[in-house]
């Protein structure tokens, strides 16, 4: 792997999802709130449920991204703990598509 190819990859990736994400926070179209269940359909439901949170759009990209974390993984990403957890988070997420490059070029061992 090319790692400054990749990182060359990466953060023009960054720059195109920030400009998308930028324009969804700009139309308002960027809303979270909707939780959904997942599961066989007679488990019980969790008390912590809410299927319809009411939450602002969010004025900016970075913004959407902290209420996302934060409704998505419980992460407050404005305390060290939250990016903490959003490290780990990207770990894993890294780890997970190091398997599966490694799996597809160069199959099972």
């Known amino acids: 792997v090319d790692f400054k190819q990749f990182a060359k990859f990466i953060k023009k990736y960054g720059e195109l999802e920030d400009g998308h994400l930028q324009a969804a926070c700009d139309e308002q ?17 969790p008390s912590e ?23 998505k993984f419980g992460m407050d990403l404005t305390k060290y703990e939250g990016t903490q957890k959003q490290r780990g988070l990207f770990q894993s997420y890294l780890e997970g598509l190091h398997w599966v490059m490694r799996y597809y070029f160069r199959g099972p061992d």
């Open 29 to 45: 179209n960027f809303v979270l709130g909707k939780q959904r269940l997942v599961g066989p359909a007679d488990a019980p439901t």
């Open 49 to 71: 449920y809410t299927p319809d949170l009411p939450i602002e759009p969010p004025a900016t990209s970075e913004l959407a991204r902290d209420q996302w974390y934060d409704i």
